[in-house]
């Protein structure tokens, strides 16, 4: 995990709570198939991230 992704999720508890419901959903349709759990996940991650980066410069 990238730490400007993770610093962000510390200091925005309502995105942090948004990761989770993410990741547990992606648990649940991912099952066994780790690729298919990451792709769940991308979307969010790369939206977030973009704002954590910006949020660091």
Known sequence: MHVAFRDYLIKNKKAAEQYAEI?????????????????LKTDFIKHHLRLALMDVE
């Open 23 to 39: 990741k547990y959903a992606a648990v649940r349709e991912g099952e066994n198939d780790t690729h298919r759990y990451s792709a």
